[in-house]
């Protein structure tokens, strides 16, 4: 009877060997695996509840036609696929995106809320202003990574491309991503303007590519 108890304690002591190594493992490499996972399982949390929130922002932003405030009630054909990959690719990104700085001047701030509200809830900072000269204070005693800018403001229908040579004279390095709803491409683009467009869904692509560059040149 006692040399059949002993053979059934050896023969539990791999399990408990087995369980103490994996103990072991897990309590070493914790600190790593949560310094991973976390910021992105709360990035994409943040995002909305999941994506659901996301992608109902990013919906109502490209129903407004006109991010400037002059919606003609005619939202731009957006393909539920193309909605998705931007949804998609924001998620991927989330780690680049955690800790982005974005100043954001419109006129019409209540226009461009819902995408000011999906990029704060992918762990950016957006702060709002309502004009080049409110802008030019905070570009001048802070870094931002992006900054984002309407064209035609208070009437004036060229104060977004104003303000580039304002940038341009006090040597402000930062990005330029124009938000618009009269961009007209053929016009062509201003060198100092990273990409233009009066699409949602592609302002959300530009700020992940521009997001990108700056953690590679920051490397």
């Known amino acids: ?129 309502l004009s080049t000269d409110e802008a030019m204070p905070l570009l001048r005693s802070q870094p931002y990574d992006i900054l984002i800018s309407d064209i035609d403001r208070h009437g004036d229908s060229q104060a977004g491309i104003a303000m580039l040579r304002v940038l341009e004279n006090d040597r402000v390095p930062v990005p330029v991503l124009i938000y618009t709803g009269n961009f007209v491409p053929e016009r062509g683009v201003d060198r100092r303007i990273f990409a233009a467009t009066t699409s949602a869904v592609e302002l959300v692509h530009y700020v992940i590519d521009l997001m990108e560059r700056a953690r590679l040149t920051s490397l």
Not at 5 to 32: D, H
Request: charged share 20%; aromatic share 6%.
């Open 1 to 129: 009877m006692q040399e059949a108890l002993w053979i059934k304690l050896i023969g539990t002591v791999p399990a408990i060997l087995w369980v103490a190594f994996a103990s072991v493992v897990y309590f070493t490499l914790r600190g790593t695996i949560v310094q991973r996972l976390v910021p992105r399982v709360t990035a994409v949390r943040a995002l909305g509840i999941e994506v659901e929130i996301a992608g109902e922002l990013l919906a109502e932003a490209e129903s407004r036609s006109s991010p400037s405030g002059e919606n003609d009630g005619r939202p731009p054909p957006v393909r539920t696929s193309t909605r998705r990959a931007a949804l998609g690719r924001l998620e991927h990104a989330a780690d680049l995106l955690q800790g982005g700085r974005i100043l954001w001047v419109d006129d019409h701030p209540q226009s461009v809320a819902p995408l000011a509200q999906l990029f704060r809830g992918a762990g950016m900072t957006v702060e709002l202003t």
